[in-house]
């Protein structure tokens, strides 16, 4: 090529090879968005319990959590589900146990298992639209219709089980 140099054909190329590189990325983004919750399982070492909430609109007991909002950590957005669901306030850093591909919500949708042991709570959750009921309950008597998944992840991490990459 006359009177173009080797170094601005190749910044023309990259140009062009990044902007496509973007466009494929949004592209990607708008047709297969990722989403992402947290869960938290608070564990009373004192009472050997485990914090569960009953939905009003999902069946079965289950532990505390929801998805991650747009600008939110998901320490944030645990701190937030365990305020909404349960009045617990985290007192100490929980603990990061397992992700999850949640396959039942989604083909993108993660979960990511908190251990929560240091925690307030300023007073029992009273039912609302959204949270039927919420107690702590002995880890050797959970209720009869407790979730298959949170059965899972109280297993793995109480008994020792291998964690499952689904949830």
């Not at 669901?85 to 850093?93: C, K, Q, S």
């Not at 992840?153 to 089980?161: C, K, L, Q, V, Y």
């Amino acid at each position: 090529m006359t009177g173009a140099t080797d170094p601005e054909q190749a910044f023309r190329q990259a140009g062009w090879a990044g902007l496509r590189a973007r466009l494929f990325h949004l592209y990607f983004l708008l047709r297969r968005p990722m989403t992402l919750g947290v869960r938290g399982l608070v564990y009373d070492r004192a009472s050997n319990t485990v914090f569960l909430i009953r939905h009003t609109y999902v069946p079965g007991w289950q532990l505390p959590g929801g998805g991650v909002e747009i600008g939110e950590t998901l320490l944030e957005a645990l701190a937030r589900e365990l305020a909404e669901e349960g009045n617990i306030a985290l007192t100490a850093p929980p603990m990061l146990k397992s992700m999850h591909f949640n396959r039942r919500s989604s083909r993108r949708d993660h979960v990511g298992l908190y251990l929560i042991e240091a925690f307030s709570q300023a007073a029992p959750k009273l039912p609302d639209h959204e949270i039927a009921e919420a107690a702590f309950f002995p880890l050797d008597r959970l209720p009869k219709d407790t979730t298959p998944a949170t059965r899972r992840r109280i297993a793995e991490i109480f008994d020792g089980e291998q964690a499952s990459v689904y949830w």
